[in-house]
């Protein structure tokens, strides 16, 4: 992208913040590579993105915290709704353990950190915290205001504070593929055939 179209764009991006959220899109890989159809809001906020591994696909909403100096991975297809907090870090068990002589130390004892994967296809709703360390596989759904760490299986419908598995989205995924037989292939092309309940 040239000098003036990369102003133009900041420009825009930056106008649009004081303005009002709008949607942006031309995200492009380190090797200057454009993403098929990524949209994200000028209202997200993306900590140490160059540590975010994105894929084609994905859709990120309004006001949204995404700190990732331990590193995301986001799957293709995915969609996070809006007012998400997804941190690598956390440091408010030393903090409240150390109190006030917490800056002192450099590795503090209690400090939380790890990377977080989002596999392909999954859906986070609203007001979700997901926590460093986490894994979600692919296909899921996490439900709003869900406190999410840990390790999920593909498919797992997540919910709670703490989440917990609450379901299986391929249990409403046959019914609207029985609706609808003509979309089977192309689910099977990323789920594979396997459908709950067959």
Not at 2 to 8: I, P, S, T
Not at 32 to 45: M, Q, V
Not at 72 to 89: A, E
């Amino acid at each position: 992208m040239g000098f003036l179209k990369r102003l133009k764009h900041r420009f825009r991006y930056e106008l649009s913040r004081k303005v009002k959220p709008v949607m942006i899109t031309g995200l492009r890989t380190c090797d200057g590579e454009l993403f098929h159809n990524i949209r994200w809001s000028s209202t997200t906020h993306f900590g140490s993105i160059k540590n975010i591994k994105f894929s084609d696909d994905i859709f990120i909403g309004h006001y949204n915290f995404i700190e990732a100096s331990n590193g995301i991975s986001i799957g293709r297809g995915c969609q996070l709704t809006n007012f998400i907090s997804i941190t690598t870090h956390s440091s408010h068990n030393s903090i409240r353990l150390y109190g006030k002589e917490y800056d002192k130390y450099p590795e503090p004892l209690g400090y939380i950190k790890g990377s977080i994967s989002i596999g392909e296809y999954c859906f986070i709703g609203p007001h979700s915290v997901i926590m460093p360390g986490t894994k979600i596989g692919k296909g899921c759904i996490v439900s709003a205001f869900s406190y999410v760490n840990g390790e999920f299986p593909d498919f797992s419908i997540i919910a709670g504070n703490p989440a917990k598995i609450t379901g299986d989205t391929r249990t409403a995924d046959k019914i609207l593929l029985e609706k609808f037989p003509e979309l089977k292939p192309f689910y099977q092309a990323w789920a594979g055939s396997v459908v709950a309940n067959e």
